[in-house]
């Protein structure tokens, strides 16, 4: 019984043997599929070159199906399996192909991956086989060892380099964040935005992973742990293309990545309400009675914040992204982090937190596991957080570079500009630093809106009207003097920023009207000034009553010495200290009124 058993493992290993092809010799046979470009010129003329017509060759007689060939073949067939029976393993020549017809016949192609199918009921007849062996020194049949053999030293070895073929190919050029995977790919996968192709290609090969983990379910830790590194290698390829190719320049972050990486900056940010509703389209969202007041609020603040963080120091054109194609990059990174992040999250939800064996897997085939199934989740469950982070951070970026843009072109238009003018061709021109950041903003525009979602692109570009209200109402205070063709000159920059972001936004962008209020106050004297906050009410803080107050001073004749003005700034606080008791006294007799 134990020669019969023998024999049945025998003849199932070179069966194995031949449909796993162990000795690889499929690949090497096989004509590649791959058109050679190396073809010379005389080939191609060869080809189109005018031929006589050919007859068609019809053979008189074939000798396959001769008594003398099909006996050859079964002589053969029989010697083949002779010499199989004997060393375990395939021998001889060519000539031990050379059954039915010249060469082997299969039920299916040869191939490594076909242990996914056998498997299962392979394990389940090595288990019976080693049931039937009953007690004794040999606890493993001879199928069992090849069987381990097989997988652990081979096969496992063969995914990895499969794996990692697909993804350097993938990864190892020269700006991999800027390669993008097809139309079709994006159709199959069902995605709106463009996706990275190697975040498509490491996302199949996880796929690839977890399915064999499935199918080879007793060797699940191990495909665990291939993705897990694959997973732990991309990271660190984003990582390395975000810092070097994108956010650094000369060994130093810009500024939008600095306050991004700045945890204090960061989370903030993301405790505004225009982050939290950021996952929602306008048409979803909650509507509050309060919506509008509640909506410039959140705006203030981040411009305060913003503000606060730059003061009003000029930015160099080196620390900020100029390029719009980086821009690009970072977008088509966060969509493709997000989307990988989120499949991981759905791949790994499905796996069980420990392992369990299959019904026909044991505990032999895992004893030399260093890593259980539970490090092994949590490190995966890091690694998809890790993404997910990663992609907030690209966002961020997005979102706080457009307005370190503002910064750039606005800044220097208050302390540098010159507004001093008289009426005069000069004057109707927009300034060239408004038109500059224009270009900049519908450049951004433009990339954004084809590599975004759309309720992403909203939170890119939503509350920008604010914050450059904000930039153009703080820069009153570093004009030097200010004409009336300036003031003019002014209101029409603020006409043309808002004309665009409206275009953008398809909202009115109300906030810059309030700027432009701001300036048109200007056409007023200084003792004007005071009667119009009397007349109109407090719509601007103090301080900025007082720059414009101040504004006028220096730009206005017969405004008085030194004393006159203190005093006029004085009056101007008691006013605006008077308004606001007014308007909160108001405030509380509406409440006792309710």
């Known amino acids: 019984m134990a020669d019969v058993s023998a024999k049945i493992q025998s003849v199932l290993q070179v069966l194995l043997m ?3 092809d162990v000795k690889n010799t499929r690949s090497a046979t096989e004509p590649s599929s791959q058109i050679s470009y190396a073809s010379t010129g005389s080939d191609f003329a060869a080809f189109f070159a005018k031929k006589r017509p050919q007859r068609p060759k019809q053979s008189l007689f074939k000798f396959e199906s001769s008594s003398h060939a099909i006996s050859m073949s079964a002589y053969l067939r029989e010697q083949r399996r002779e010499l199989y029976s004997k060393s375990g393993e395939l021998q001889g020549g060519a000539d031990d192909n050379l059954i039915e017809g010249g060469e082997t016949k299969f039920v299916c192609k040869p191939g490594a991956r ?3 199918v056998i498997f299962h009921p392979l ?5 019976e086989t080693e049931h039937n062996m009953g007690p004794g020194p040999a606890k493993q049949c001879q199928l069992r060892t090849f069987l381990t053999y097989y997988i652990n030293d081979f ?8 794996i990692n073929k697909e993804i350097e190919a993938v990864t190892k050029v020269s700006d991999p964040l800027k390669v993008l995977a097809s139309a079709d790919t994006m159709k199959v996968l069902g995605v709106q935005r463009p996706l990275l192709q190697s975040t498509v290609i490491v996302e199949k090969s996880i796929q690839d992973l977890i399915n064999l983990m499935h199918d080879l379910s007793a060797y699940s830790n191990q495909f665990l742990e291939m993705v897990c590194d694959k997973l732990k290698e991309y990271k660190e390829i984003c990582n390395t293309a975000y810092s070097r190719g994108i956010v650094q320049s000369e060994e130093k972050l810009t500024i939008s990545a600095s306050w991004a990486k700045d945890e204090d900056i960061s989370r903030l940010l993301k405790s505004l309400p225009n982050w939290s509703t950021m996952a929602q389209p306008r048409q979803l969202r909650q509507k509050r009675e309060d919506e509008e007041d509640f909506t410039r609020a959140a705006f203030a603040k981040e411009s305060e914040v913003l503000t606060g963080n730059l003061g009003d120091k000029l930015i160099p054109p080196n620390e900020i992204l100029r390029d719009v194609s980086d821009l690009k990059a970072l977008a088509n990174l966060h969509e493709s982090l997000e989307w990988l992040a989120g499949r991981l999250k759905g791949f790994f939800s499905s796996l069980p937190t420990s392992q369990t064996m299959s019904p026909g897997s044991d505990s032999q085939v895992n004893s030399d596991h260093t ?10 469950n890091d690694l998809a957080r890790a993404f997910q982070e990663m992609a907030d951070r690209c966002l961020l970026v997005l979102h706080l570079e457009v307005r370190v843009h503002c910064f750039h072109y606005l800044i220097p238009l208050a302390k540098q500009g010159n507004y001093a003018i008289v009426a005069n061709v000069e004057s109707m021109d927009y300034d060239p630093l408004v038109v500059k950041l224009n270009k900049d903003i519908s450049a951004i525009e433009e990339v954004m809106s084809a590599s975004l979602q759309q309720h992403k692109f909203q939170y890119i570009f939503e509350g920008l009207g604010h914050l450059i209200s904000c930039i153009l109402i703080n820069g009153a205070q570093y004009f030097k003097r200010i004409s009336e063709s300036g003031i003019k000159k002014m209101c029409r920059n603020i006409f043309v920023l808002q004309q665009n972001l409206t275009n953008i936004t398809m909202s009115r962008e109300a906030d810059l009207d309030f700027a432009r209020q701001y300036y048109e106050m200007l056409y007023n004297t200084a003792d004007e000034l005071l009667n119009l906050v009397v007349d109109q009410g407090v719509k601007y803080t103090e301080l900025e009553y007082i720059n414009a107050l101040s504004l006028l001073h220096r730009s206005q004749t017969g405004v008085g010495d030194q004393t006159v003005q203190n005093m006029r700034l004085q009056r101007l606080k008691e ?6 008791a007014i308007k909160q006294a108001t405030k509380d007799k509406k409440i006792t009124t309710v």
């Open 575 to 580: 006013i605006v200290c008077e308004q606001a």
């Open 371 to 380: 890593q259980t199934r539970e490090q092994i989740m949590q490190a995966l």
């Open 114 to 116: 076909n242990i996914t």
């Open 155 to 162: 096969f496992l070895n063969q995914v990895r380099i499969e």
């Open 123 to 127: 394990l389940r007849f090595i288990q």
């Open 18 to 20: 031949d449909y796993l």
